[in-house]
């Protein structure tokens, strides 16, 4: 239970979001022109989703976050000068690309546009997976992973822009078809998990077939690969 000074605590907390979600929008905003801007990076991504969190969605947030705080007997010590820092995912965007491979030229072209514009890495990147092959593949790529519990597969950055105003912004990479599985997770399954016990198993089986249907995408442009090497070698 949330006492008073609590609530009261969080409604500052929302309303302090409200009035700074301009600076949000345009952080946003400006990030994804500068990537679709980037002809390196704009070469290997289907398209760029950019969005600012929901007050109410934070709102909710925050309630989870002070009950976890409350379970653990720890103090719930966010404030209007700490939550643009605490609270990383207020502005989003993501990244989608069409086949596991192309992560490593967009990691290598990120990067080069995150250094020419002084954007700060606060976190990341960090592979969220659940495949153990596939945790396998980013840890040769050079990318750290963590154990995604919910059949969830997103490689994560958390970026602060070259400015006085603390705010950060959450960027995330994933393919075409983990973006379908997201998308009908997120609408079904969050911000409160779903009570019904067939709507998570068939949710379950969706990211299991859309990872095949990945799994399957990643062949076929190796193969392709394959194919061309053999050919160049042959003329």
């Known amino acids: 239970m949330a006492s008073k000074a609590q609530k009261t605590l969080i409604e500052e907390l929302v309303q302090h979001y ?26 290997h991504i289907e398209f760029v989703r950019d969005r600012v969190k929901d007050p109410d969605h934070l709102r909710e947030k925050l309630y989870r976050k002070l009950s976890e705080a409350n ?12 939550l643009f820092v605490r ?18 030229p967009i990691r290598n072209s990120l990067r080069a546009l995150l250094d020419e514009e ?26 750290a992973t ?14 602060k822009p070259n400015r006085k105003t603390p705010i950060t912004c959450e960027l995330q990479v994933r393919t075409l078809l983990e973006e379908v599985w997201g ?13 019904s016990l067939a709507c998570k198993e068939q949710l379950a089986a969706l990211a299991r077939a859309t990872w095949s249907c990945n799994r399957l995408i990643d062949a076929i442009y190796r193969t392709k690969a394959d194919f061309d090497r053999l050919r160049s070698l042959e003329s």
């Open 87 to 104: 609270i990383n995912d207020l502005a989003g965007l993501r990244i989608i690309h069409l086949h596991t491979q192309q992560i490593i």
């Open 71 to 82: 379970s653990k007997g720890r103090a719930f010590d966010y404030s209007t000068k700490n």
């Open 183 to 195: 998308q009908v997770d997120h609408e079904l399954n969050y911000p409160q998990e779903s009570e």
């Open 146 to 159: 963590k154990t995604s519990k919910n059949l969830y597969t997103s490689i994560h950055y958390v970026l």
């Open 18 to 43: 409200r009035d700074n979600i301009p600076e949000f929008q345009k952080f946003a905003s400006v990030l994804r022109t500068q990537i679709l801007g980037t002809r390196d990076l704009r070469k």
């Open 118 to 143: 002084r954007y700060r890495v606060i976190e990341g990147p960090t592979a969220r997976t659940w495949d153990e092959e596939y945790k396998q593949f980013f840890k040769d790529v050079g990318i």
